[in-house]
Each structure stands twice: as structure tokens, then as C-alpha cells.
């Protein structure tokens, strides 16, 4: 999936998008894109723990093995390996390991690719209500916000709908405007993307949620960038 890249003619291009969506029905769209979701430091600090606890577990099952190992390493001749001396040999591949796999991590899409994808889904999702919450529920008159939320990082996006609209669409309406906007997506177009996912959205608003006239702008249509 492409990287983040905006341009301010694509971001005018999707502004006017929401503009012209709105202005056939009473929904109010909001469009939010971000690098990621989350930055899953837990999880890197999780398989950093891993990669060490099975260390340990390879030094515990086989310690002649790896001891020997160490002593070829070294230059040692069947060296008398004291508790002691066992004990600091394991709190060092502990550490080592530990430390190397973090640093590993630091490198963003091999964190990513490491990260079960139920927790991406879930973070995703954490993310795009909390974003909601903040910028679309119950900030319109008749409960009438909707908000198109895209995370690159992790491939995926969030449609989530204010209580008036909620009622009237059920939730597997917006698989088409979803996988438009995916669709374009996977071929770099991110504005194009959210454009698509826009009148998509904006479409389905328009007949389930006519505009009526006196129907005032509420929410900003500019793309919110996080």
C-alpha cells in the first residue's frame, strides 16, 4: 500500500468531494488519514520478551551445547562453568537478545508486519471511534455525522456513523464505498481513495438522508490530517 503523500491540490480535490456529498443530503462527512494508528510499542516490547524467554529456554534444554559454544567463542578449553558463571552467561543472551530484538523493531515495517492482525484491527478501530468521538458524535443537530477514517500503515479503514444515520443504514451498506476507497488505495491513490469513498458515503446519505432546506454546513470539509 502507498505511503502517505498529499498533495494541496489532492486535499482541495477531497474537500470539494465532501462539499458536493453534502450537499445532497443532511449527513456530515468527516475525513481523517494517518501515517498509523498506533505505534504498537507493547507488542515490540512483547516480542522482545519472547526472543529472550526462548533464549533462556535453548540455554536451560541444552546448556552443555551453548556453553561449549561460548567456549570455542572464547578460546576456552573445557572451561568449569560455576552457577555463578551460568547464571551471568543467561542474564547476558537474556539482555542481548532483548536489546536486539527492540532494536530490530525500530525499523517500522518489520514492527508492523510483526504485529497480529486482530491487534491492528482492533487498535485501528480504537483509534478511528476515539477520532469520532472527538470530531463527528453529537457535534450536528440531528446526530447526522459520518466519518471516513483511512490508517496507511496498517492497511486499513473505518466507517463509523452518528446515531441518526446509524438507524437508518446498517452497517454493511458502506462495504461498497469501502472497497472503493481501498481499491485506490492499493494502486497509490490516496486521494482518489477518499474521494471515491466520499461519494460512496455521500450516496447512500443522499437517500436515506435527504437534504432538506434549511440544512446548515456543521462540520469542516477539509481532510484532517493526523
Known amino acids: 500500500m502507498a505511503a502517505l503523500h498529499l498533495t494541496d491540490s489532492d486535499r482541495q480535490r477531497i474537500a ?18 494517518t501515517a498509523r494508528s498506533d505505534p504498537y510499542r507493547d507488542v515490540a516490547l512483547a516480542w522482545a520478551a519472547a526472543v529472550a524467554f526462548l533464549a533462556l529456554a535453548a540455554l536451560e534444554f541444552a546448556p ?36 536486539a530484538m527492540l532494536l530490530l523493531q525500530a525499523w517500522e515495517p518489520l514492527r508492523l508486519w510483526l504485529v497480529p492482525r486482530p491487534i491492528k484491527r482492533a487498535r485501528v478501530h480504537a483509534r478511528a471511534l476515539t477520532c469520532f468521538r472527538i470530531g463527528a ?3 450536528t443537530t440531528g446526530r447526522t455525522g459520518i466519518l471516513i477514517y483511512l490508517s496507511m500503515a496498517e492497511h486499513r479503514a473505518e466507517i463509523i456513523a452518528d446515531e441518526a444515520i446509524a438507524a437508518r443504514v446498517a452497517p ?11 481499491a485506490e488505495i492499493r494502486q497509490g491513490r490516496v486521494a482518489d481513495g477518499m474521494i471515491a469513498a466520499v461519494e460512496g458515503v455521500g450516496a447512500v446519505l443522499a437517500q ?14 477539509r481532510l484532517i490530517e493526523v
Request: aromatic share 8%; glycine share 4%; net charge negative.
Open 16 to 33: 470539494q468531494a465532501v462539499t458536493a456529498a453534502e450537499l445532497r443530503s443532511a449527513g456530515e462527512i468527516v475525513t481523517i488519514v
Open 64 to 99: 552443555h551445547f551453548y556453553l561449549a559454544l561460548i567456549d570455542r567463542a572464547l578460546g576456552l578449553w573445557a572451561t568449569e562453568w560455576s552457577p555463578r558463571a551460568v547464571l551471568g552467561v543467561a542474564l547476558t543472551v537474556a539482555v542481548v537478545k532483548f536489546l
Open 137 to 139: 458524535e453529537s457535534r
Open 172 to 182: 454493511e451498506v458502506w462495504g461498497d464505498a469501502m472497497h472503493a476507497l481501498l
Open 208 to 221: 436515506h438522508l435527504p437534504r432538506a432546506d434549511d440544512d446548515a454546513n456543521e462540520l469542516p470539509d
